[in-house]
């Protein structure tokens, strides 16, 4: 049975129904399951792989062999001697790749893409134990920025890669990655931190390592994501940074560390910058210029991702990098295809909870549902007023503790919670299964964050919708959305009339950018019950002060009496 029937026999492209996190590492008994499943898929890889028949099988696990042996019955001896063909052997493969994906790659000496896993194997010698990681976790098909990017990096070359939201960007930065770091593994133990990921949030990072995990399972390689658990276990030198081989973080939480010289830098030599133009956005690029100094290995490869590259990011990224190759997949400004976006005019604040309310009614509002607003206070006001609605709603911002957004997230992923209310803090790159629809409560202030926020949904190539709420104060912020919409081939998503509002000069850009929309509060009590719940909470204090004054009266008549 050749290598790419093996990877078809794999698994299916569809999750499992009863799979309700991606990343979640497998109980006790599915280990056990995956184990023998692994074991056999595995040593039916290195079988296909060892073309020219010079490794001696593992006879150990004959079970798995024999179970490969009966299930190959249709095997001629011919088949298991050829050399699998490359899906893509030339230029004319590669041209019609990139024209049926919608790649456009630029740069010098640009590698042929890869058409599938199976073609790393015969070009970079895919190691095998990545290789049945992939299959075990049911990666059985490249996605087009895999297909281009992959090769890109191993051959050594910087990268700048621009991809639609839930394109697998993650893989396709950490197949070449670890691929890259076992094939140069150093003789000498605690050689030192040689693969670095860096992104914008926690949440992210997180996700980023528990799919790290899945592809480095069952090798000898030391990673970790950078977590303050760490970060202070190497201050206090109770763990020394140089025993692992590629570390996740976010900037800042690197660059404190990297100040007090617990982790050294000079050895890295494959750097990840997810989420680029983030990373590069006045917020980060300090943190990220300071990271980029310390990564002073002259064999250092750069990469960047992001579903969005401004062209001043753009110039900023080809400045640090060394004849970069640049790989735009689809277009630069649009939303993934695969979403369908839609503008609602509510008229005022008001109208959009009875927008919301009229969805709940015509069976729009299916769960599970993201909600973006633009301040922690109207996030929370919003989840107030839905909580009453017996929805399984949540909040999330950053004033809630990393523990509690973790199991908010957690718990959305697995299905507890089927509303989730959030700021621009999850805006980014978290991975969540199937979210049937996001609502922009609030109009996002930039085109980036428009295509960000609504790639929460429309994942791995699945459908979903998008539902932009705006009034008339957001005549001038929704006009970039339109842009994006147009792009995306979301006609149908606006009316006409919505087009012709303001046409946007670079100035008003900005300070749409710069300043937060005036909102009126979020909420359908009636001023009335408002006043009343006023009432109540000044009489409440009123009587706790008398309490103290009594009190302190009290205390002082004793201490008068005594001294008498
Ligand atoms: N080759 C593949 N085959 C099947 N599913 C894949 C493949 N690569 C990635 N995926 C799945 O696609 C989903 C989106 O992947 P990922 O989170 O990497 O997207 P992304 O491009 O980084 O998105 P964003 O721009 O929002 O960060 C994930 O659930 C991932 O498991």
Redesign the pocket.
Known sequence: MDIFRILSRGAS?K?KSDVTT??ALPSKKQNQASKHKEDTLQHQVEREIDFFHTRKHNTNSSAALKNVETTETEETSEEADEIPPLEIANDEDARKLRKANKVKVTGEDIPLPIGS?QDLIGRFQLDKKLLSN?IE???????A??CESIPISLQNRDLIAC??????????FLIPLVQSIFQSSPKQKNYGIRGLVISPTNE?AV?IFQ?LQVLVRGKKLNVAILSKQLANKLSNDIVKASKYDIIVSTPLRLIDIVKSEKVDLSRVEQLVI??ADKLFDQGFVEQTDDILSNCSSPHLRKSM???TIPSGVEEMAQSIMKDPIRVIVGHKEAA?STIDQKLVFTGSEEGKLLAIRQMIQEGEFKPPIIIFLQSIHRAKALFHELLYDRLNVDVIHAERTPKQREDVIKRFKNGDIWVLITTDVIA????F?GVNLVINYDVPQTAQAYV?RI??TG???KSGRAVTFFTKEDDQAVKPIINVMKQSGCESGFSGWMENMAKLSKNDKKKVKRQEIKRKGISTVPKVVKQKRKQKEQMIEASKRRKQEGGEKKEKKEKEEESE
């Not at 976790?137 to 996605?143: D, S």
């Not at 980014?428 to 991975?431: A, F, K, M, S």
């Open positions: 492209l999750k991606d990343y896993f992939l976790a049911e990666f059985v098909e490249p996605t920025i895999q991809a639609p939201t839930g394109s697998g960007k993650t893989l396709a992210l996700q799919e997810d989420e991702f992001s579903a993934s980014r790159g978290v991975d299964k960000h790639g929460r994942r791995g190539g």
